[in-house]
């Protein structure tokens, strides 16, 4: 949330009623600060044990219903109506449920959850829900993959320029130190943190 809130005002460009994505929310807080600011957001997560442990602890009424196009999946609505999360896999919801496009995505825990070998795919997913004049806030950290094999997942520069360059401008917004102790038993002793701004070439 420390790097979003600096950049929010880059993020949002001062704009109101946005579609917001986060792609695998879990319970993700800045979910409810968006649309506590009059933003529609739209999640997707794989547990539902997540989803409704965010209406629980953000003290949320909401309804549940199946999605008819994905066996087995559901969707939770907020009772005001402006959060939306899906429970099933990434890689099913748009191709087979329409949610329609978004103005802003929130990439954090996404990307570098993602097995190494689906990100053509997931990023294909991510490009083709964005809106004209979107923006797309990613993060993402920088550390030696010999010595930690992920999740979360190492990826390096040249990746996201070839996953992301041929629709977007890339900006790195800011890179800063985000080692903790408990980074430790992953056997580094350096993680950095690195947002990315992609905007529409």
């Known amino acids: 949330m420390r790097l979003l809130k600096k950049h929010l005002d880059t993020f949002l460009k001062g704009e109101n009623g946005l579609r917001v994505f986060f792609p695998l929310c879990g319970k993700a807080v800045e979910m409810k600060w968006f649309a506590d600011r009059g933003h529609s957001v739209v999640g997707v997560e794989i547990s539902e044990l997540g989803i409704r442990e965010f209406f629980t602890e953000q003290d949320l009424s909401y309804s549940e219903e199946p999605v008819m196009e994905i066996p087995g999946a559901k969707v939770f609505k907020s009772s ?9 896999s990434i890689f099913d919801l748009p191709s087979r449920a329409n949610i329609g496009k978004f103005d802003r995505i929130w990439d954090r825990g996404a990307l570098v959850a993602i097995n190494p070998g689906d990100r053509k795919r997931y990023a294909d997913i991510m490009l083709s829900l964005t809106r004209t004049g979107f923006q797309y806030l990613l993060s993402v950290f920088s550390y030696d993959p010999t010595k930690h094999a992920g999740p979360p997942f190492y990826v390096p520069d040249a990746e996201i320029k070839k996953l992301f360059g041929s629709m977007c401008n890339i900006h790195c917004l800011e890179k800063v130190d ?11 002793d350096c993680i950095i943190e690195k947002l990315y701004l992609f905007t529409e070439k």
């Open 178 to 188: 985000a080692f903790e102790e408990r980074h430790k038993s992953w056997g580094i």
């Open 80 to 88: 005001s109506g402006n959060i939306s999360l899906y429970c099933c």
